[in-house]
């Protein structure tokens, strides 16, 4: 696939994505496609219905969402993968189901990177990097809180918890 082809699907799921277009979002990618987010804590989404609920549960959370391409796209000589650099703003004014938070209705703005394959003209692939700790910490409002060591404390004892809760209920999985 050439390009032109590429930023065409590109600025199509973008322009989806901006105007809360979910059925044109999900035509650019295959009915199988694969979404790895960093905001999936339970894996990624596979399938056409697994992206719809975790697309509506971010428009849920941040009504507001808009997503900005930061140029330069770029494509792989093969025509089969390239790379978006991106900026999201958005703020926080619903639930988020997916990292189950209530709304802070704080403005976020975090900038990642969308890594698309891409078969034929469909979007198989869909791999999501950002960095979350600034993200959460803006929707929160815990910047300062996390530099501090009483918070980070709090945040370490959470973490134990939930790493004996998983261990605890993941020891038949192995």
């Given at each position: 696939m050439n390009e032109p082809r590429i930023r065409s699907i590109?600025?199509?799921?973008?322009?989806?994505?901006?105007?809360?277009?979910?059925?044109r979002l999900l035509s650019f990618l295959d009915e199988a496609v694969v979404w790895d987010d960093p905001?999936?804590?339970f894996g990624p989404a596979q399938g056409h219905r697994a992206v719809r609920e975790f697309s509506e549960s971010v428009l849920?959370?941040?009504?507001?969402?808009?997503?900005?391409?930061?140029?330069?796209?770029?494509?792989?000589?093969?025509?089969t993968r390239c790379a978006i650099p991106w900026e999201i703003r958005a703020t926080?004014?619903?639930h988020l189901d997916i990292l189950g938070l209530a709304p802070t209705r704080q403005s976020i703005t975090m900038q990642g990177v969308d890594l698309l394959e891409i078969e034929g003209a469909k979007v198989t692939r869909i791999e999501t990097?950002?960095?979350?700790?600034?993200a959460l910490e803006q929707a929160l409002r815990l910047?300062?809180?996390?530099?501090?060591?009483?918070?980070?404390?709090v945040v370490?004892?959470?973490?134990?918890?939930?790493?004996?809760?998983?261990?605890?209920?993941?020891r038949g999985n192995r």
């Amino acid at each position: 696939m050439n390009e032109p082809r590429i930023r065409s699907i590109v600025d199509g799921l973008v322009r989806a994505w901006n105007e809360r277009d979910l059925d044109r979002l999900l035509s650019f990618l295959d009915e199988a496609v694969v979404w790895d987010d960093p905001a999936m804590l339970f894996g990624p989404a596979q399938g056409h219905r697994a992206v719809r609920e975790f697309s509506e549960s971010v428009l849920r959370a941040f009504p507001d969402f808009t997503y900005r391409i930061r140029e330069p796209i770029c494509v792989a000589e093969s025509g089969t993968r390239c790379a978006i650099p991106w900026e999201i703003r958005a703020t926080h004014t619903g639930h988020l189901d997916i990292l189950g938070l209530a709304p802070t209705r704080q403005s976020i703005t975090m900038q990642g990177v969308d890594l698309l394959e891409i078969e034929g003209a469909k979007v198989t692939r869909i791999e999501t990097t950002f960095n979350v700790i600034p993200a959460l910490e803006q929707a929160l409002r815990l910047g300062p809180l996390c530099k501090s060591r009483s918070m980070m404390k709090v945040v370490a004892w959470l973490q134990r918890c939930r790493a004996y809760w998983l261990r605890r209920t993941t020891r038949g999985n192995r």
